[in-house]
C-alpha cells in the first residue's frame, strides 16, 4: 500500500512538471482494495480494471519501471507508451486494462470468463469498477449473463462515493449497490474498503466461492478517494470537512497502528520501509526515463493489419 501512494505522489510531481500528460486518476486512499483483493488472486487468473488502475497494476505485480514509462510515453512502458494512465495492459501478468470509458471493462472480463469457463479452467477473472459503473448498462447486461452462466467471475466495485463529481444518492435511487447485485441471483456482500484485512478476508473468501462454482460473486467495496476525480479537477461538489473525516480511516495509517500494537512494529521499521520503497521509485523512475520514445515513422504500427497479411 505505501508503494501505492508513494509511487501516485510520483505521479503528481511528474504531471505538474509536464512530464506526464493527458488523464491522470490517482487512488490515493482506495490502496487496501487493490492490496488486498489480489492477494486472493493467483496470477492464472485475469484482472480487467479501469482508469484509475495503478494500484491494481502495481498489486498485480507490474513493476514500477514500466507503469512509469508508460506515462511517460516510452516504449518501454506496459502499453509501449501509446496508453498513458488510463490505459495500462500486460498480457504477461493477465492484466487486461485500463479502460478509459466507465463500465468499459466489464464486457471483457465477462468474455474472459465465458472463454475460461468453456476451456473448464479453474481460473477466475477479477473485473474492479467503480460505482458510477453500476449507472450504466453496460453493467446490467453483465451481470444478468454471468449468473445466467454461472460464470467465473468477482465482481468488485469500488464504491468511493462519487461518479465522478456525482454523489451516489444523486445518482442510483437505491444506494445499496450489493443488494442491487444480488437481485441479479449472484452471491453479494459489503465490505469495509478501508481495511485491508478485511479485503483481504472477503476476497479470499469470495474467489473459494467462485472457484467451487457457485457462480459469480460481487463485492461492494466501500472506500473513499482522499484526491479529486483527476489532476484536472479542481474538486468543487463535495465539502473539505467530509475528506478530512475519512482521512481519519486512512488504510495505511489504520495498518500501520494495528502492526504497532500486535507487532511491536516500530518508528525505525517505518522510517526503513519508508527508505526502502523511495528508493524502489528512484531507481524505476531513472530507468523510465531513459527509454527510447517511439519513432515517428512507427505511428501507425499495430493500427491496421498491412494489405496482403488478412486471408
Same mark, same amino acid.
Given at each position: 500500500?505505501?508503494?501505492?501512494?508513494?509511487?501516485?505522489?510520483?505521479?503528481?510531481?511528474?504531471?505538474?512538471?509536464?512530464?506526464?500528460?493527458?488523464?491522470?486518476?490517482?487512488?490515493?486512499?482506495?490502496?487496501?482494495?487493490?492490496?488486498?483483493?489480489?492477494?486472493?488472486?493467483?496470477?492464472?487468473?485475469?484482472?480487467?480494471?479501469?482508469?484509475?488502475?495503478?494500484?491494481?497494476?502495481?498489486?498485480?505485480?507490474?513493476?514500477?519501471?514500466?507503469?512509469?514509462?508508460?506515462?511517460?510515453?516510452?516504449?518501454?512502458?506496459?502499453?509501449?507508451?501509446?496508453?498513458?494512465?488510463?490505459?495500462?495492459?500486460?498480457?504477461?501478468?493477465?492484466?487486461?486494462?485500463?479502460?478509459?470509458?466507465?463500465?468499459?471493462?466489464?464486457?471483457?472480463?465477462?468474455?474472459?470468463?465465458?472463454?475460461?469457463?468453456?476451456?473448464?479452467?479453474?481460473?477466475?477473472?477479477?473485473?474492479?469498477?467503480?460505482?458510477?459503473?453500476?449507472?450504466?448498462?453496460?453493467?446490467?447486461?453483465?451481470?444478468?449473463?454471468?449468473?445466467?452462466?454461472?460464470?467465473?467471475?468477482?465482481?468488485?466495485?469500488?464504491?468511493?462515493?462519487?461518479?465522478?463529481?456525482?454523489?451516489?444518492?444523486?445518482?442510483?435511487?437505491?444506494? =445499496?449497490? !450489493?443488494?442491487? +447485485? %444480488?437481485?441479479? $441471483?449472484?452471491?453479494?456482500? @459489503?465490505? &469495509?474498503?478501508?481495511?485491508?484485512?478485511?479485503?483481504?478476508?472477503?476476497?479470499?473468501?469470495?474467489?473459494?466461492?467462485?472457484?467451487?462454482?457457485?457462480?459469480?460473486?460481487?463485492?461492494?467495496?466501500?472506500?473513499?478517494?482522499?484526491?479529486?476525480?483527476?489532476?484536472?479537477?479542481?474538486?468543487?461538489?463535495?465539502?473539505?470537512?467530509?475528506?478530512?473525516?475519512?482521512?481519519?480511516?486512512?488504510?495505511?495509517?489504520?495498518?500501520?497502528?494495528?502492526?504497532?500494537?500486535?507487532?511491536?512494529?516500530?518508528?525505525?521499521?517505518?522510517?526503513?520501509?519508508?527508505?526502502?520503497?523511495?528508493?524502489?521509485? =528512484?531507481? !524505476?523512475?531513472? +530507468? %523510465?526515463?531513459? $527509454?527510447?520514445?517511439?519513432? @515517428?515513422? &512507427?505511428?501507425?504500427?499495430?493500427?491496421?493489419?498491412?494489405?496482403?497479411?488478412?486471408?
Amino acid at each position: 500500500m505505501l508503494l501505492i501512494r508513494r509511487f501516485e505522489e510520483r505521479c503528481v510531481e511528474l504531471y505538474s512538471g509536464g512530464k506526464v500528460r493527458g488523464f491522470v486518476h490517482l487512488c490515493i486512499g482506495e490502496e487496501a482494495v487493490s492490496v488486498g483483493v489480489h492477494r486472493a488472486l493467483t496470477p492464472q487468473d485475469a484482472v480487467v480494471s479501469t482508469y484509475r488502475e495503478h494500484g491494481h497494476a502495481l498489486a498485480r505485480g507490474l513493476p514500477a519501471e514500466a507503469l512509469f514509462a508508460e506515462m511517460l510515453g516510452r516504449v518501454t512502458g506496459c502499453s509501449r507508451g501509446r496508453g498513458g494512465s488510463m490505459h495500462l495492459f500486460d498480457a504477461s501478468h493477465r492484466f487486461y486494462g485500463g479502460h478509459a470509458i466507465v463500465a468499459g471493462g466489464l464486457p471483457v472480463a465477462t468474455g474472459l470468463a465465458l472463454a475460461d469457463r468453456m476451456r473448464g479452467t479453474d481460473r477466475l477473472v477479477c473485473c474492479l469498477f467503480g460505482d458510477g459503473a453500476m449507472a450504466e448498462g453496460e453493467f446490467h447486461e453483465t451481470a444478468n449473463l454471468a449468473a445466467l452462466w454461472d460464470l467465473p467471475l468477482l465482481f468488485v466495485c469500488e464504491n468511493n462515493l462519487y461518479a465522478m463529481g456525482t454523489p451516489l444518492a444523486r445518482e442510483h435511487a437505491n444506494i =445499496d449497490l !450489493a443488494a442491487r +447485485a %444480488a437481485s441479479y $441471483g449472484m452471491t453479494a456482500w @459489503v465490505v &469495509d474498503g478501508m481495511d485491508v484485512l478485511a479485503v483481504e478476508r472477503a476476497a479470499h473468501k469470495a474467489v473459494r466461492a467462485v472457484r467451487d462454482g457457485v457462480g459469480p460473486v460481487f463485492l461492494e467495496m466501500r472506500t473513499y478517494r482522499f484526491r479529486a476525480h483527476s489532476m484536472y479537477d479542481p474538486d468543487l461538489y463535495r465539502d473539505k470537512a467530509e475528506v478530512e473525516h475519512w482521512k481519519e480511516r486512512d488504510p495505511i495509517a489504520l495498518l500501520l497502528g494495528r502492526v504497532r500494537a500486535e507487532d511491536g512494529f516500530t518508528d525505525a521499521d517505518e522510517e526503513r520501509l519508508e527508505e526502502e520503497v523511495a528508493l524502489q521509485l =528512484d531507481q !524505476a523512475l531513472a +530507468a %523510465a526515463e531513459q $527509454g527510447e520514445l517511439e519513432p @515517428v515513422s &512507427d505511428l501507425l504500427k499495430f493500427v491496421s493489419t498491412p494489405t496482403g497479411e488478412v486471408s
